[in-house]
């Protein structure tokens, strides 16, 4: 090393991560059943869980980690699409 030249720091190897991600597409959706999602009742409800449910088996999700849903509400011609994605 030469004056001033400070030694560059160690950085720790970078680890791939798995894609963890899974999108939903509940389709189109009447008002009466969105209003019951955002209250977190009816069916659309029940289909995200299960969803859920079945990615954390698939990809071996312990029981005790939490998973999170995001669900997206968009309009077409005054109905609604349900799109969902947990992580």
């Known amino acids: 090393m030469e004056d001033g030249d400070s030694p560059q720091p160690q950085l720790p190897a970078a680890t791939p991560m798995p894609n963890l991600g899974l999108i939903l597409d509940l389709g189109r959706q009447p008002r009466t059943h969105i209003k019951r999602l955002k209250q977190a009742d009816g069916r659309l409800t029940a289909q995200i869980q299960a969803a859920v449910e079945e990615a ?8 005790d980690k939490e998973i999170v ?3 997206l509400l968009y309009s077409i011609d005054n ?8 992580a």
């Open 79 to 86: 109905d609604y699409v349900v799109l969902s994605r947990q």
């Open 69 to 71: 849903p995001v669900v």
């Open 56 to 63: 954390r088996k698939e990809l071996g999700i312990a029981a």
